[in-house]
């Protein structure tokens, strides 16, 4: 019922400007730099006739201007008049308010999200290529599963064979099948939808790897994770800000929990820790290269 409702779910300027915002850290945009973020995802919401509540083309900086002074009006956003320009950001501690807006949409962009940063994480051959990233995609939303409402897994899987076949996978040529699929799909989609949780989880990994076979409760370890996230952050291991947040290290701890981490298991605690950095480095790539 719940991956229905959000098929339904009107996507609106307001969402998608929020998730550009959201996508960059810290850093402000003008309207012109807020349109180029979000060209290839409004081409993603025309292309697939995705719903929305009023028209989401956003070609001028004037359109993106208008959703941004809602934000600003809401307190969500703050505009810097320049001398040249205006410059909008999140507001101070406003992250969890711009989240929600953006929450209301990225399940639309989540198959094509997971299938890209499947394909970045690799595979050992390109003999069976679409059963290589379909396994690893199925890895992708087992992690993500306490943070989206997810269809049913064949359901799943048909999405994203939808998504490999809009991006020609299965005819790549002689180069390396990962780039060479990867440059199909850029600009890039994954960091800006993804990037948050993973980096949060990341932080959850972390945090536990220190604990060795200790037992650990909960809400204890998400005060740690947030000093290990702050420290993260400032030291550039993780590179949003919105990563730094108890709501979603709540999701990460749940996820560890399921897997039995919270108990002890110094090995299986590593490993967590490894699974999420080789993620955080495919992630990484992506973004750098496109």
Request: charged content about 25%.
């Amino acid at each position: 019922m719940s991956t229905r409702i959000n098929d339904v779910t009107p996507i609106t300027p307001i969402s998608l400007v929020t998730m550009a915002l959201l996508s960059q850290g810290h850093r402000g945009f003008t309207p012109a730099e807020t349109i180029e973020i979000l060209g290839p995802f409004v081409d993603f919401v025309q292309d697939r006739c995705l719903p929305t509540s009023t028209s989401v083309a956003m070609s001028t900086p004037e359109q993106a201007r208008a959703a941004l002074e809602q934000l600003v009006e809401n307190s969500v956003v703050t505009r810097t008049d320049g001398l040249t320009d205006h410059i909008y950001s999140i507001t101070r501690d406003q992250h969890l308010a711009a989240a929600y807006y953006r929450n209301t949409i990225i399940h639309f962009f989540i198959p094509v999200a997971i299938a890209e940063l499947a394909l970045a994480l690799g595979f050992e051959s390109d003999e069976m290529l679409e059963d290589s990233v379909i396994e690893r995609t199925l890895a992708l939303r087992d992690l993500l599963k306490f943070e989206f409402f997810f269809a049913p897994t064949q359901e799943f899987i048909e999405s994203i064979r939808e998504e490999l076949a809009r991006y020609r996978i299965g005819d790549t040529g002689p180069d390396d099948p990962v780039q060479v699929n990867l440059r199909a799909m850029h600009p890039a989609k994954s960091p800006i939808v993804l990037r948050p949780f993973l980096e949060a989880y990341s932080v959850v990994a972390e945090t536990l790897a220190l604990e060795d076979d200790r037992p650990v409760e909960a809400e204890n370890l998400k005060k740690r994770c947030l000093k290990m996230g702050e420290q993260m952050y400032h030291h550039g291991r993780i590179r949003n800000r919105e990563s730094v947040t108890t709501a979603l290290y709540s999701s990460g701890i749940k996820l560890a929990d399921n897997r039995g981490l919270l108990s002890g298991g110094s090995e299986s605690r590593r490993a967590f820790q490894r699974e999420l950095a080789d993620i955080l480095v495919a992630l990484n790539a992506i973004t750098d290269s496109d």
